[in-house]
């Protein structure tokens, strides 16, 4: 298994610009999330889901959008990116049969938004 | 809402045990976890701790919960340059679907 996969890895945006961060996972997870990570400030939620077809809006959904019409996919979208979205970007999955929520996290998209 | 706090920095001497400390608001907490964050990657999980347990021992990790404090500690015996990153505690409330992050606390290994 590849696990939990992330592209790009590094990406430069202009103000207003629009991109897709792409998430894609082979362990047949039906729960996926999407956190950004700010320095010194941990990890705060965007978007999830626990399975497709079915997505929720975590503490920072604003200036994002997500869709999961499979399984194995998660997307995530900046339509008008903004400085503020300067971050660092996860993709997590977890087992659905899973009782202990062992999240498998992504190496992560570093954005940069000038 | 719910909250995870932690001390952000650690500095321990190589070889000593370092012990990383976290409180947590929702007594309805479920899952009590430790992530791992190296630079430049993800986050890994290092282990987790079921609320009905009062402690959970893997190698050179222990994990020690108090339930009554809302107290969560991890203790990383003989501590060696590789243990160098962000640690991160975090909990799952009963009826969430979603995990509660700390911000992180960073381990630093002294020669």
């Known amino acids: 298994n590849a696990g939990v996969t992330q592209t790009p890895k590094f990406r430069i945006l202009k103000i207003g610009q629009s991109m897709t961060l792409q998430c894609a996972q082979d362990?047949?997870?039906?729960?996926m999330y999407w956190y950004r990570q700010d320095p010194g400030m941990g990890l705060k939620l965007i978007y999830y889901?626990?399975?497709?077809?079915?997505?929720d809006k975590g503490e920072v959904p604003n200036g994002y959008n997500v869709s999961r019409s499979t399984t194995e996919d998660f997307p995530l979208r900046l339509e008008l990116a903004a400085p503020s979205q300067t971050s660092v970007y996860f993709c997590?999955?977890?087992?659905?049969?899973?009782?202990?929520?062992?999240?498998?996290f992504g190496p992560g998209t570093r954005l940069t938004v000038t | 809402g719910e909250d995870v706090e932690q001390s952000l920095f650690l500095s321990v001497r190589e070889g000593d045990s370092s012990v990383i400390n976290c409180t947590y608001t929702d007594s309805s907490s479920t899952y009590l976890y430790w992530y791992k964050q190296e630079p430049g990657a993800g986050l890994q999980l290092l282990t987790y701790i079921f609320s009905n347990m009062d402690m959970k021992q893997d190698q050179r990790l222990t994990v020690l919960l108090n339930k009554k404090d809302k107290h969560l500690s991890l203790r990383i015996a003989d501590t060696q340059t590789g243990d160098s990153a962000i640690y991160f505690c975090?909990?799952?409330?009963?009826?969430?679907?979603?995990?509660?992050f700390g911000k992180g606390t960073r381990l630093h290994i002294l020669p």
């Open positions: 889901s626990v399975g497709a077809g079915i997505t």
């Open positions: 362990m047949n997870h039906n729960y």
């Open positions: 975090a909990s799952a409330p009963i009826q969430d679907d979603k995990i509660i």
């Open positions: 997590a999955s977890v087992p659905s049969t899973s009782g202990a929520y062992e999240q498998y």
